[in-house]
């Protein structure tokens, strides 16, 4: 590893492709609209469509499905059901195939699939599938809430997750005061500009091609295969980039590739289906809400000693990854302190929902927002700055243990919170925002910063793998194909810049291809933030092969460059074609035994923000952010910084803006921009300043880089807690202290109705249930 992972030394030439603020490989196409999606590749001649009839019961049992009238309308091909599978064809999910490719016999959430209508185009189909009468026998009870979930011990039957380390009790016993509490965080949609879509078609004999939008294509290709009992080899998986997908098309995908893949290959025909927003929306899941319940002990100067957890997700109606996404919440519900004792249960809830999924940060941003939520409640509990707080319980640069036992090495996380609050001015800042509070009473400021610490690596070792094919032409250009998907993230503009660096040749001369299982086999999702590492990893090792090769040409003919070094290699028969494979070392995590190790290294970073906000509507304005970033040495400084702005925006939508609402029966209220609040232009920071730390190279990735996706995501809770350091400045003038509870979603009418005034008084704001039950899902 060290020396595939060797820097650039300091005396290449300028021209060194790596370490460039590179464009976009992409971009221009994307701004142009010439980039093609799933759903821009032209119409095949004789195509059709597929629309999918969904359950609208939330838990119901299947008495009759009649498609009869369906079927009559002129167009209309044929009629798919779970009549058309076996069981085990019909099985479907992402670990515990607990789904169905078609409901059968019995629904538990409305949205899922009880079949699908093909037809001649898109409005026959949809048409017909309006026509599909199923006829229903409710069940219950109907499970919405996760309070519904735990008082009726609605969890799955695996049980809780357990983890504990250190002597909790003894550390309880010598507390000098134990701090109670609870918070959540609630659904957020991932809201990906392409809905998801796919095309199948047939080809020679009994082979299958799709193209979908799936981050997952080798996992489409293994649910395609088992739905139509055919071997792996004649199904063949395409994609070639994604508008988008932060989580949602890593599993979700399989629920629409299966059926199409069934229908071409049943009718022999192509078949398409692109979903639209409202059903997109109504079906696919989205991030977990989370309820956590903590008891912290504390001593007298504020150090945490011991931490007890209880934390509660809303799963949906499937496991999907939901029992993953708990594991890694309880993996980071320190964030970035070190407490020395901790135990900490975490349940997953079955509830009538569709099934929550990935989502960018794979429940981190809700165990690290409890950090800091415990921070500030000890800080004001003890009456203490919690920003000596936060510096007094921070990991330390080497030699502190997790609560995993891992050992923390090449910890930045003291300088980019150092750096942070020098660049930031936040002494300063916090002096002005107390003058501006005192001199207004209806508006009212707040400043706050956060730290983050985010472990890298699924987690699962056979995860953690990729593969890469580079060929080089005669003409000396080289084409590159890999196992990861672009999904505008810029993965494949760094494993150019990573092929260029290796084979010392310009980036223009060198193109980066879709992604097949026809070209890397057994590929793992583009998830975790990993797919620069294990990609680029990949991406070298086959450069390093083929610069091997040469190397006798460039010894014999060092003035003749490349191409003609290529030609000679030709013309000698030596093959210009190399396989890498890359397999991340020494993940072993056992998440029974509390040992081995889950994350292959760290991202850190940290984040201040001010905001203002109008204390009679709640309304409020993000003034500035200041953001340090540990990426180690950047493969592409642009890229990174636009991951960290991007990630940054999106964490703001969820701690700030987004927010589900159901309805008692498991309906989906949510489902379209106009009942979905999303980050706009006019929510940016009126001042957002980023910066890389630098002299932190990371001996453990690809030229020294570091993951960079998800890591920054949490960061935007900063401003969630500068809203409540000004509602607290706005309670404050009613004589109204000590600690409140603030429900992220932060939005308007929750910092109104906080913001306690005579208005207020006269209607205090709901209970937690209340919110829950034909409201915000929590």
Not at 27 to 48: H, M, R, S, W
Not at 267 to 282: E, G, K, N, Q, W
Not at 533 to 551: H, I
Not at 663 to 691: C, D
Request: aromatic fraction near 8%.
């Amino acid at each position: 590893s060290t020396q595939l992972f060797e820097k650039v030394s300091g005396d290449q030439p300028a021209t060194d492709p790596i370490r460039r603020p590179q464009v976009h490989a992409s971009a221009y196409k994307q701004v142009t609209g010439e980039a093609i999606y799933c759903d821009d590749i032209p119409k095949f001649a004789n195509e059709l469509y597929l629309a999918f009839v969904y359950s609208t019961k939330a838990h119901a049992k299947i008495l009759s499905i009649d498609a009869s009238e369906a079927l009559k309308q002129e167009g209309v091909h044929r009629f798919f059901s779970a009549d058309d599978l076996t069981d085990e064809q019909n099985r479907l999910g992402a670990i515990v195939e607990d789904e169905r490719i078609f409901a059968k016999d019995i629904v538990t959430s409305q949205g899922q699939i009880i079949g699908a209508v093909v037809a001649d185009n898109e409005s026959i189909a949809k048409i017909a599938a309006r026509k599909v009468r199923v006829v229903y026998e409710d069940l219950t009870p109907i499970i919405v809430s996760l309070e519904d979930a735990i008082a009726r011990e609605a969890f799955f039957p695996e049980g809780s997750l357990r983890l504990e380390y250190g002597n909790v009790d003894a550390a309880f016993n010598s507390a000098y005061v134990i701090v109670e509490g609870e918070c959540r965080t609630g659904a957020q949609e991932h809201f990906y500009l392409e809905p998801i879509a796919c095309i199948a078609y047939p080809r020679d004999s009994d082979e299958l091609e799709i193209i979908s939008c799936s981050q997952h294509p080798a996992e489409a290709q293994r649910k395609v295969a088992n739905a139509l009992s055919i071997p792996c080899h004649k199904v063949f998986s395409r994609v070639k980039r994604l508008g988008g997908g932060f989580g949602g098309k890593e599993t979700k995908v399989d629920l629409f590739v299966t059926p199409v893949a069934l229908a071409a290959y049943r009718l022999r025909r192509p078949v398409r289906t692109v979903l639209d927003r409202c059903d997109d929306m109504a079906v696919t899941g989205t991030r977990h809400p989370f309820l956590v319940r903590y008891r912290v002990a504390v001593s007298k100067d504020g150090l945490l000693l011991a931490g007890e957890y209880k934390a509660y997700s809303n799963a949906g109606y499937s496991r999907d990854l939901s029992y993953s996404v708990m594991q890694r919440a309880l993996l980071h519900i320190q964030n970035a302190y070190k407490i020395s004792n901790i135990r900490i249960e975490g349940w997953v809830c079955k509830t009538n929902l569709p099934s929550c999924t990935a989502f960018r940060g794979f429940g981190s941003p809700q165990a690290m927002f409890v950090a800091e939520t415990v921070i500030r409640h000890v800080a004001q509990e003890l009456k203490l700055d919690h920003v000596s707080l936060i510096e007094k319980n921070l990991y330390k640069n080497e030699g502190d243990h997790t609560h995993y036992n891992k050992l923390i090495e090449n910890c930045t996380v003291r300088r980019c919170w150092d750096d942070l609050l020098e660049s930031s001015a936040f002494r300063q800042r916090q002096t002005q925002v107390d003058a501006f509070n005192r001199a207004n009473r209806w508006r009212k400021r707040g400043i706050d910063a956060v730290p983050t610490m985010y472990g890298i690596a699924f987690n699962v070792p056979g995860l953690d793998q990729s593969g890469a094919l580079v060929h080089v032409y005669q003409d000396g250009t080289v084409l590159i194909a890999h196992g990861g998907v672009e999904m505008g993230q810029g993965l494949h503009t760094k494993m150019i810049q990573v092929a260029a660096t290796a084979l010392q040749i310009p980036f223009d001369k060198i193109h980066c291809s879709e992604t097949g299982t026809d070209k890397i086999p057994n590929t793992s999702a583009t998830a975790a933030s990993v797919a620069s590492d294990l990609n680029g990893a990949a991406v070298l090792e086959a450069c390093r092969k083929l610069q091997s090769r040469l190397e006798p040409y460039r010894k014999k003919d060092s003035a003749g460059g490349w191409n003609a070094w290529i030609q000679q290699a030709y013309l000698d028969r030596v093959s210009l074609s190399a396989t890498g494979f890359y397999a991340t070392p020494n993940i072993n995590y056992n998440f029974q035994t509390n040992a081995g190790n889950p994350f292959h290294y760290y991202t850190f970073g940290a984040a201040c923000s001010e905001v203002e906000i109008d204390c009679l509507t709640g309304d409020h304005q993000v003034l500035r952010t200041d953001i340090v970033m540990d990426v180690g040495s950047s493969l592409n400084p642009a890229i990174d910084i636009g991951q960290i702005e991007g990630g940054f925006m999106q964490g703001y939508g969820m701690f700030m803006l987004e927010e589900m609402i159901y309805s008692p029966a498991g309906e989906v209220y949510s489902r379209g921009p106009g009942t979905y609040k999303l980050p706009g232009f006019a929510n940016i920071p009126g001042e957002l300043n980023v910066s890389l730390l630098t002299g932190a190279p990371n001996p453990r990735a690809v030229y020294s880089s570091k993951a960079i996706g998800e890591p920054p995501l949490f960061l935007a809770s900063s401003v969630y807690f500068a809203i409540k350091a000004a509602i607290a400045a706005a309670r404050l003038e009613e004589c109204v202290t000590g600690n409140f509870n603030l429900i992220a979603p932060a939005s308007s009418a929750r910092i109104r109705m906080l913001c306690s005034d005579t208005i207020t008084r006269k209607d205090s704001p709901p209970s937690a249930s209340t919110q829950l039950m034909g409201r915000p899902q929590g």
